[in-house]
């Protein structure tokens, strides 16, 4: 279920999903610390301990919480090169699309694939231990990829200022 959901894509549309404040305080401690205890978010919301985990759960089952994750430090794990890799296509079926998307899934130096509106079609972020393998990761999905690859932009990642915290977009 969780690998088919990945090769599907992590954002779902559909009907809209309306939060009240007790779903906006939980979100909130659990944007700070995913491994908060149902206890810990019962004492620091004042909300009851079974309300507190059955709303969790159907936070989980609407798809609101898409799932909880650790953040690694990448240059503290030994991957110095953590870059950004925007593509454009060009000549692309939908079994091309998806060939290209696959490829990318499979490979475990690509954290995260995004395909986005504007000037790119995809964002790739990639975590290599070296220069060299940076380029061999490259180099594999261009040429393996040079008949729908229109154009490439490669873009460090230095310092991280905000990750994915949108308990603040909650409108109650």
């Not at 559909?14 to 019962?42: F, M, P, Q």
């Amino acid at each position: 279920m969780q690998r088919q959901m990945e090769l599907q894509g992590l954002i779902r549309y559909g009907e809209k999903v309306k939060l009240d404040a007790k779903d906006k305080k939980i979100v909130r401690i659990l944007e700070e610390n995913a491994r908060a205890t149902i206890a810990d978010i019962s004492r620091k919301t004042g909300i009851q301990r079974d309300s507190v985990l059955y709303r969790i759960n159907r936070m989980q089952q609407q798809n609101v919480i898409r799932f909880f994750r650790t953040v690694l430090n990448p240059s503290l794990l030994g991957y110095d090169i953590y870059a950004v890799a925007n593509y454009t296509l060009q000549n692309r079926t939908h079994e091309k699309e998806q060939a290209f998307i696959h490829h990318l899934q499979m490979q475990p130096n690509v954290v995260y694939i995004a395909k986005v509106s504007g000037q790119w079609d995809f964002i790739v972020n990639i975590a290599a231990k070296n220069m060299l393998e940076f380029d061999n990761i490259l180099s594999e999905i261009r040429i393996r990829f040079s008949d729908i690859i229109k154009d490439s932009q490669i873009s460090s990642i230095i310092q991280e200022y905000k990750y994915d915290k949108m308990v603040d977009l909650i409108n109650l």
